[in-house]
């Protein structure tokens, strides 16, 4: 590779600032650069302008069509793509693009999950172009980023209410900003770089598991005799299949121009993970969603599977996706950069105690943010965090906060080289803090490390719910600040009474340790197990009074995602438990049946031979087997009498309860037996790949 080929291909499909700079007046592209920075409509000689610009550019690169890209309330991207052809005259044509084609597009509405916001009958809505996230180029069609509203004007989409959180969070932010006398900055972005799990498989065992085709994840499956137990895969070398899927991967995403900048194996067998550099956090959002798409779409040029599923095999680390999240200015400022000396940085102190307070009022927010059946599977498995919302900040700021509340003074600790004992190596300099791996919500710098949202998520939901959470606790401050006849005294004052007053979500140690969830329990802090446990308080008086005020999401819009997110829920439980029994009775019933029959024809053959002839390996194993199939029969015939119960219960939430106590029951005990016959079923009997095969099926 030359060292000019990433610059020379790097956002060569995105028609970005600097195209546009090209290709626009100075004055249109003044007023797109003041939309983008300030929020400030665009007139329509602008979209005229634009629309042609944009269509030329996508033209040139092989453009043929059109798409107003949205994000649905499915949790993933949905495109209708149009020809720019418009015949003239009975032979001709032209490729047209208007300035309406660009602002407005219109979909069924009542084919995507509205939540009970309107009638099925009606059927109108529209995607409104956002300015704020560049269109690109890609397999062909121009693809232009929207949001996504009923004809009423409600968010149907995750991308309407992030954008919402932003204005919000702007808005809070310069009012805290202003009163510590700075004047220059605009405006104010909360930020996020999204790292992303993933695991890759050979598409031949894929295709021969059914429930990996149908859930995404192993409904069954005994553990392989080798897992992650050696660690010898966490950073390992990469295989050079994958090396040349993540090489393709890279030169894609640099095209489109996400800045994808680490690779390289993560601990379970099988998995990997890719991480960018930090952007706005709706363009973070939009990449992120098109990462995931580049992932599958490579990995099946590749003869490959990438599987986003956050726990697809039961007894190996399942996938998250870290959600870097921080603060930054348009004069290039991050307000959680604690400086030299953060004791004495009380703007950053200021915001770090928003954070703070905001996570620990909104503790059942951050875990909506999060639910998912699939995220269920992972969350407190002693491999991701818990369920239960904890802060990590690290040793210099615990101590700075202590000192805070105390009145004392804090000792700032030098930060020393660390000592490794080799004289050749140069001097390391050490970091003011250590990691913590189990913490759901970290510090780590300069930033704030989500650790709970699911690989499969979109990131839209969490970042517009920390974004509208820390809004409003900076404009509580905001309040008391700006009444404030002596700003310093009152500053340090709701400074050290919030540190007082939300110090309980303030953990180190072990969030995996079972002491922790007993001393949670006594702090008073939530341990909402499941989605089925989170997502009812959605709906609590607090959400809503605060999405509400902010202008983010109203009380229809809460209750409608609400709806959506228990209807999935209960959808994919449903799906799980078809496919299980689906497999059980087509699958594993007979297999477990042939080798019994294979046994039994061995054992007479013995018999036939001679009596004296040992049958003891035999009757054993058919014993065995017949013991467990017993067991498996009575747990099916169980599981497949309760799934029929299932669309009887007409209640969103009691399905979804239903789903929780019943069907996941079954399905682990129908497992539960299946996994253990699988371990005595000679392998040629065994009806489809096993762990081993899937997880070490990329052998080079």
Known sequence: MKNMFVPEIFGTMVFNDKVMKERLSKQIYSEVRSAINNGTPLSIDCAKEVAIA???????????????????????????????????????????????????????ASSFPSGGLRATFEARGYT?????????????????????????GEALDKKTPLLRSMDAFNKQALRIIKLFGNEKVKRVTPTVGAEQEYFLIDKSVYEKRVDLIHCGRTLFGARPSKGQELEDHYYGAIKSRISAFMKEVDEELWKLGVLAKTKHNEVAPSQHELAPIYVSCNIASDQNQLTMEILKSVANRHGLVCLLHEKPFATVNGSGKHDNWSIVTDTGENLLEPGETPMDNAQFLLFLVAVIKAVDEYQDLLRISVASAS??????????????????????????LSAIETGGVYKAKKHSNLKIGISTLPPIPKDS????????????????????????ENIACPNYILNTIVAEELSKF???????????????????????????ILFSGNSYSLEWEEEAKARGLLNLR????????????????????????????????????LENYSNIIHIEALTAVDMARKEITPAIISYENFLIEELNAKKKLSKKLGSKLETGLIEKLSTLA?????????LEKDVESINEIKETVKRAEYCR???????????????????????????????????YSVKY
């Open 54 to 108: 944009m269509k030329d550019w996508a033209i040139e690169k092989g453009a043929t069509h059109y798409t107003h890209w949205f994000q649905p309330m499915t949790g993933i991207t949905a495109e209708k793509h149009d020809s720019f052809i418009k015949p003239v005259g009975d032979s001709d044509v032209i490729m047209n693009f208007s300035e309406k084609s660009l602002v407005k597009g219109e979909s069924d």
């Open 433 to 456: 803090t250590d990691r913590n791996r189990t913490s759901p919500f970290a510090f780590t710098g300069n930033k704030f490390e989500f650790r709970m949202v699911g690989s499969s």
């Open 478 to 504: 905001a309040d008391i600040l700006e009444k404030a006849k002596d700003f310093k005294a009152e500053l340090n004052k709701l400074i050290k009474n919030t540190v007082i007053k939300h110090k309980r």
């Open 661 to 695: 106590d019943v069907i996941i029951k079954d399905m682990k005990e129908v497992r539960k037996f299946a996994d253990e016959a699988e371990l005595l079923t000679g392998k040629s009997f065994l009806p489809y790949p096993t762990y081993e095969d899937i997880l």
């Open 630 to 638: 017993d067991k498996f029969s009575l747990a099916l015939d169980k």
């Open 128 to 152: 409104a172009w956002d300015p704020t996230s560049y269109a690109f180029v890609k397999d062909g069609s121009l693809y232009i980023p929207t949001a996504f509203c009923s004809y009423g």
């Open 375 to 400: 995220n269920d599977l992972r969350l407190g498995e002693k491999e991701a965090p818990p369920a239960i919302i904890s802060i990590y900040l690290g040793e210099e700021l615990d101590g700075i």
């Open 530 to 565: 499941t989605t089925v446990d989170a997502l009812p308080r959605f709906m609590e008086d607090k959400n809503v009074a605060t999405f509400e005020k902010h202008k983010v999401l109203s009380k229809n819009e809460i209750a409608s995602r609400t709806e959506i997110l």
